[in-house]
């Protein structure tokens, strides 16, 4: 018997924050809006195993994590 498993993380960009100055690099601008979610693939069958919520920066790439209630109030 085959199973087929696989991971895949998909990355969408949502919008933009608002105007932050990056406190690991210094760059002013505005924040971009991404939600990433990991699947699970069994079988050919996509199964959202876990979504991540966060702003980053444009210009270091730098992170900071939200939840899903502070991602969608400012989109």
Do not use: Q
Not at 6 to 25: A, L, P, Q, S
Not at 27 to 51: A, Q, S
Not at 64 to 71: D, G, L, S
């Amino acid at each position: 018997m085959f199973f087929f498993i696989g991971m895949h993380t998909t990355r969408k960009e949502c919008g933009v924050e608002g105007y932050h100055t990056c406190t690991r690099c210094g760059h002013v601008g505005d924040w971009k809006l991404i939600k990433e979610t990991t699947w699970l693939i069994l079988l050919l069958i996509p199964i959202p195993v876990r979504v991540r919520y966060y702003s980053m920066c444009e210009g270091c790439g730098g992170t900071a994590e939200m939840t899903k209630e502070e991602f969608y109030g400012k989109h």
